[in-house]
């Protein structure tokens, strides 16, 4: 029967970030988490916050924690210690990150050719974001891999009027040794193959040999390499230039498996443990306080005992929330209460505006413990980070991983500040 100071609950960035900070400090911690979540999906980058009008991610976070009810207004304090710390442990695991809460946000390409605003990167994507100059930008697309198509991203691209881009966008496709083999030819599967030296240095002399004459930035798919990432970047540097960059393409994202690896070791280096794959099926409770929770197991349930609890498991669409056919949305593990709007209000007639249930979710007290309907503590052991917290819509806001981060340090260093002073 394990037993930890702090089950975590969730392996998106932030439960991730938050077990592997606990990790750090000193507590013994267990990660329990259903699935991969968010972090195999997303680009691997930070989308702190970038609402309209903002200049820098520290200026979208103060906009944003100035709005009633989001959770900014309770952790935007807590957003350069957990951005310092994040950005630590990227470096540690070799992926890097470039830039800060300071950052000019500025538009970079996405895998179908539109723009978005980014500051903060992984080194392997940051050739995006720097001052286009006179280059170019030549896409590359792998001949059999679907999941980029580098001639329409550059058409799209070349059409967008895109503000200060490069002077030219353009594609070419390349074949690669060997890929007419594969039945499954996925980012991962490419990934793997560039972690190979032999298979990597050919494939670099072809994509090389591709290259029109002129000033070009090249832009790869996000396959460069997944146990080997930084010396397979530092090899595509050196054949393709300084400032050739990664453009992440449909999921499985590549960039997104570096992140949570990196996570997980950090994790697992300082004690703590992880179990993905295995569903909350039970909960003890006692007098307003979690005392276990059960998951799936080979043979028999797991029950996980600890002191706290740190529900990371998302909102709405990492299924953290669920709607029934009753109208009513219920958090999943603990049936916390969920603030949302009413029923009738659940869809919009444009399709692109924010979601309103990208909003929903769980109202916390300053500690993120979870509040009741009527404003009462619920669960006074628990605490709430992450896509799981009400009030802001992610998306559109670009604040998901921000606060994901945010929440997750305050709570970390909130709880093992207890358990020092106890």
């Not at 500025?106 to 286009?132: H, K, M, Y």
């Not at 996000?222 to 990664?246: C, K, M, N, W, Y």
């Not at 992450?386 to 340090?409: I, Q």
Request: with cysteine; charged share 20%; hydrophobic share 45%.
């Amino acid at each position: 029967m394990p037993t930890a100071d702090v089950v975590v609950i969730g392996a998106g960035l932030s439960g991730l970030s938050c077990a592997a900070e606990l990790a750090e400090r000193g507590a013994r911690v267990f990660l329990a988490a259903k699935g991969m979540a968010s972090t195999h999906w997303t680009h691997g980058g930070l989308d702190v916050a970038a609402p309209d009008g903002a200049a820098t991610p520290r200026a979208g976070a103060r906009a944003l924690a100035a709005r009633d009810g989001h959770p900014y207004a309770i952790v935007q304090g807590d957003l350069e210690a957990a951005v310092t710390a994040h950005g630590g442990r990227m470096r540690a695991g070799g992926i890097g990150l470039v830039g800060s809460l300071d950052t000019p946000l500025v538009e970079i390409p996405t895998a179908i050719g539109a723009l978005r605003p980014a500051a903060l990167l992984p080194d392997a994507q940051a050739g995006a974001r720097e001052p286009w100059g006179n280059d170019g930008l030549l896409l590359v697309g792998i001949d059999r891999y679907r999941d980029a198509w580098a001639p329409y991203a550059a058409r799209n691209l070349a059409a967008s009027g895109w503000p200060d881009g490069p002077r030219d966008v353009r594609a070419v496709t390349v074949r690669l040794d060997g890929l007419d083999r594969l039945r499954n030819l996925n980012a991962r599967s490419l990934a793997h193959l560039f972690d190979d030296p032999a298979w990597r240095s050919r494939a670099l002399r072809a994509i090389a040999a591709a290259v029109p004459p002129g000033t070009w930035r090249i832009g790869l798919p996000a396959v460069l390499g997944i146990t080997t990432h930084r010396q397979v970047l530092a090899d595509a540097r050196a054949a393709l230039g300084p400032s050739v960059f990664e453009s992440p393409s449909l999921p499985p994202s590549v960039p997104g498996m570096r992140l949570f690896d990196v996570l997980r070791e950090a994790i697992l280096a300082r004690g703590g443990r992880v179990q993905v794959g295995f569903d909350v099926v039970d909960v003890e409770r006692d007098d307003g306080r979690i005392v276990a929770i059960h998951t799936e197991a080979a043979s028999r349930t797991l029950r996980l005992a600890a002191d706290r609890f740190v529900l990371a498991t998302g909102g709405i669409g990492g299924e953290g929330i669920r709607a029934g056919a009753d109208g009513r949305l219920d958090e999943r593990v603990f049936g916390l209460a969920v603030s949302a709007p009413q029923r009738d209000a659940w869809f919009s007639d444009d399709p692109l505006v924010p979601h309103p249930l990208e909003a929903a979710g769980i109202r916390t007290d300053d500690e993120l413990r979870p509040l009741d309907p009527s404003g009462a503590l619920a669960l006074d052991n628990v605490h709430v980070i992450g896509s799981a917290l009400a009030g802001m819509h992610y998306l559109a806001e670009r604040c998901g991983d921000g606060v994901a981060l945010a929440s997750a340090h305050r709570v970390a260093a909130a709880l093992a500040a207890a358990r020092i002073a106890a």
